[in-house]
């Protein structure tokens, strides 16, 4: 064919003397080329580009749909917020009051006398104020029986006041005839540690008054 018949007859030092057919083919090779670097140096990496936006378009789609939904359920949602702190008020209005912690101390001192158990420390230490109540710590070591100290919770379970004692490293021990190596003494225990209790605070306490340490309670 004539096409390639003037391209083994080319003359390299006269490119201005190529034929037109022959000018042409390479030209179009030349765009080829332009074409092909063009996409691999800037559309491809464009590709890239337009693949994280799709992905964050995903992302945002479901973002607004959580936030739609939970525009759509706000007035219930505070409705419900609402119910809750009343509840939380109402449960803490069920634990001593101020006035009433010092007598309450000295009821859950009675209690354990009243169940057999032998008080040796009864000690109550400052208050820790939280937000809406106040924490009671009282030092203690009796002796009792298992029996007497089951006797003893369930009495101040039965006290007019919501109760509510917590242990903190407290230590249940057999009491010993003659030191660590003697045998137990008729079921006889030793409990010692620290246990809390709670009070609500005031309105004017949880406004940012500070409670006034209780007293303390008798043996």
Not at 25 to 43: E, Q
Not at 63 to 71: D, G, H, M, T, Y
Not at 125 to 143: G, N, R, S
Not at 185 to 203: K, S
């Amino acid at each position: 064919m004539k096409f390639f018949d003037d391209l083994k007859n080319l003359d390299r030092n006269n490119i201005g003397g190529w034929p037109t057919s022959v000018k042409g083919f390479f030209v179009a090779i030349v765009i080829v080329v332009i074409v092909f670097l063009g996409w691999y140096f800037y559309v491809d990496g464009q590709q890239g580009v337009l693949a994280t936006g799709q992905q964050d378009e995903v992302k945002l789609k479901q973002e607004f749909q959580s936030k739609q939904a939970k525009v759509v359920n706000l007035d219930a949602l505070k409705a419900q917020l609402a119910q809750m702190n009343e509840m939380l008020s109402q449960m803490l209005r069920e634990l001593p009051s101020k006035t009433e912690m010092p007598a309450l101390l000295v009821n859950i001192s009675q209690t354990a006398q009243a169940a057999g158990i032998e008080t040796e420390e009864f000690t109550p230490k400052p208050e820790v104020p939280k937000e809406f109540y106040a924490i009671q710590p009282i030092a203690l070591k009796m002796q009792g029986t298992y029996h007497q100290f089951g006797t003893f919770i369930s009495g101040v379970a039965s006290l007019p006041r919501v109760v509510i004692l917590t242990m903190h490293d407290v230590s249940l021990t057999a009491v010993k005839t003659s030191g660590k190596d003697g045998p137990p003494v008729g079921g006889e225990l030793t409990l010692q540690g620290t246990v809390q209790t709670y009070r609500y605070l005031g309105d004017e306490e949880a406004k940012g008054g500070k409670p006034a340490p209780a007293k303390k309670g008798g043996k």
